[in-house]
């Protein structure tokens, strides 16, 4: 992977988990290089998996195993934006599913500490109608919610 823009993830040890994860959970995602530390460092032996080249949905990452004492924020998320209820429920329960936690709005976390959105269509439509009311009756109901229900958002939106 080349690039001039590259996102850098903190991890404790578990950048290639973290990256196979994303790997098979996200389409045109896949893991890169694997490179290996050529001595030992403060959190790790030489030989120790340091750095991980991989990609989510088409975007550029490396997973740096930097050791402990750097959690992962809501400052950073990976917001994907889904078609349907069918597509939400599968990333969603993906990463709740596999060790992860539920937040309000559409955000969740991964086993890691990974923030995600994982956003419908619909929902981001409905808050940018040019309806006032509208977009204030979206984001009502999203505020009620965990999961995005796209049910849910589509009755808010016709009032």
């Not at 994303?22 to 030989?47: I, L, N, Q």
């Not at 209820?85 to 500490?113: P, S």
Request: charged content about 20%.
């Amino acid at each position: 992977m080349v690039s001039k823009n590259t996102i850098c993830l903190w991890y404790d040890g578990a950048a290639l988990d973290a990256a196979r994860f994303y790997a098979e959970t996200f389409p045109d995602s896949a893991v890169g290089a694997v490179r290996h530390a050529p001595g030992d460092y403060p959190s790790g032996k030489a030989g120790d998996v340091l750095v991980v080249e991989f990609s989510v949905l088409g975007i550029p990452c490396i997973g740096m195993n930097g050791g402990p004492g750097v959690p992962h924020t809501l400052a950073f998320s990976f917001q994907v934006a889904t078609g349907d209820q069918a597509e939400t429920d599968r990333y969603w329960n993906a990463i709740v599913g596999n060790g992860g936690e539920e937040n309000e709005c559409g955000w969740c976390k991964d086993r890691w500490g990974m923030s995600w959105q994982i956003t419908p269509r619909v929902l981001t439509d409905g808050l940018a109608d040019p309806d006032p009311a509208v977009a204030r009756r979206v984001f009502a109901a999203m505020m009620t919610m965990r999961k995005i229900d796209v049910a849910a958002i589509e009755a808010a939106r016709r009032g």
